[in-house]
C-alpha cells in the first residue's frame, strides 16, 4: 500500500496512468515493469534488519507484506480509481473478504444489494454471520429498502452497479448519501464497469473492490482482486492481509499491470460492440427483450449516462420461449465460448438460470427476474459481424 503522490503524475489522464502509474525503475534501466519472483528480501547488516523488523526504517521484508510488483499494481489501481491507496488481493473475493474482517466486528449489520454476484451472497450470509455480523439483502433499486433495513448497528452498505445479469443501475450518489447520513461505509464492486467507465470513490463512495480477474486483465489469465479507498482504511485491509495472508502473487500483479496499459482501449471496444449487438438483438424476432444499460428502452439509461462513460460489455436477452430454446440458441454458438466468466478479450456465453443463478430457488429467480430463457453475454473483442452471425445461427432456427 502506498499513497499516490507521484508528482509528473498527479492531474494526469486516464490513459496515462494506466501505462504510467506506479512505475520504479530500477538500476538495470528495465522498460517493462519487472516481476520481482522472491518470497523474502536480505538486509545490508543486522542493524538494518533489526530497524525493518521493529518498524523505524521502511522497505521490504517479505512478500507476504510487501513486493515491488505488487506495489506498482496497487499505485496503478489507485490511481485509476481516484482514491489515496490501494491494496491487491488473491482474487476478488479476497478483496471483500479482507475489505468486511478489516473494517466490520461482531454486532455490526450490512445491508447488500440483492442482486451482488452470488459468491459475495454467500460470503456475508454464511460467513460473516458466522462471527456475528448480520446482513440484510434488498433489491437493488428500491432505496425506501435501503432506508428501510437501516439500523443502529449498520456500519456497511455493499452493492454493484451495473447488476448482473440484468444492467440495473444504482445511483451511487443517492446511496453514497445514506450511508453517511447513517455513519456507514458504502462499498462498490466496481468490476463490470472498471474506473475507465465508472469511478465510484468520485460519486461518493468510500471503497471500491475488484474482481482484477475480470476485466482489468481483460484476457483470462489470472485470478486476482483490489480494494481501493482511504489511507486510513486501507491501513486495515493490508494489516489484514499481512496477517491472514490472502495476497496477490507477483506475476499476476505483473500480468494485471499489463492488462491496465490497455484498459480504456479494451473497454471502449467492448462497450461499442456490446451495443451494437444489443441494437441488433433488440430488433431480431426471435428476441422478447434485451436489458443493456445503453438502450434508450432500459430503465437505467439517464442514470447510466450520467454515472458512466460508456455502458459496458456484458448485455444479457430473453428468447422467445423458455429454457429449451435459450439452450438451443446457445448450443448453437461456435464462436463464443460457453463459460461463466466475463470481461475477457473472448466473448462468452451463459444460462444463467442453470449456471450462474442455478443453486437460486424459482421464486427467488423470478423475484430478481431472471428467467429461464434469459442468456447473458460479455462481449469480447471479435469482429462484431462474426458475433452476430454466431448468435444468427441459433436464433434463425427459432424464428
Ligand atoms: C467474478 C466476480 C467477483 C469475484 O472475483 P474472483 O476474482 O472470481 O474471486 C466479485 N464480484 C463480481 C462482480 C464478479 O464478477
Known sequence: MNDFTDDPLLNAGLETLAVRAGVVR???GEHSEPIFATSSYVFANAAEAAARFNGE????????????????????????????AAVGTASGMAAILSTAMALLKAGDHVICSRDVFGTTTNLFARYMAKFGVEVSF??????????????????????????????????????????????CLLVVDN???????????????DI?????????????????????????????????????GPTMSAFNAWVFLKGLETLRLRMDAHSRSALELALWLQQ????????????ESHPGHELAKRQQSAFGGVLSFQVRGGQEQAWQVIDATRIMSLTANLGDAKTTIVHPATTTHGRLSDEQREQAGIGRNLIRVSVGLENIEDLKADLERGLAALG
Open 26 to 28: 530500477t538500476a538495470e
Open 208 to 244: 471500491v473492490v475488484h474482481s482484477a480477474t475480470k476485466y482489468l486483465d481483460g484476457q483470462g489469465r489470472c485470478v486476482g482482486g483490489a480494494v481501493v479507498g482511504a489511507a486510513r482504511h486501507m491501513s486495515e485491509v493490508e494489516t489484514f492481509l499481512r496477517t491472514c
Open 57 to 84: 526504517e521502511q522497505g521490504n521484508v517479505y512478500s507476504r507484506y510487501t513486493n515491488p510488483t505488487v506495489r506498482t499494481f496497487e499505485q496503478r489501481i489507485a490511481a485509476l480509481e481516484g482514491g489515496e
Open 284 to 295: 431480431h424476432s426471435a428476441v422478447q427483450q434485451v436489458y443493456y444499460a445503453g438502450l
Open 191 to 205: 468490476c463490470f464497469c472498471t474506473p475507465a467507465l465508472q469511478t465510484p470513490l468520485s460519486l461518493g463512495a
Open 138 to 183: 434488498v433489491p437493488l433499486l428500491d432505496l425506501a429498502a435501503w432506508k428501510q433495513a437501516m439500523r443502529e448497528q449498520t456500519a456497511m452498505l455493499f452493492l454493484e452497479t451495473p447488476s448482473n445479469p440484468l444492467c440495473e443501475v444504482a445511483d451511487i450518489r443517492s446511496l453514497s448519501t445514506l450511508a453517511h447520513d447513517n455513519d
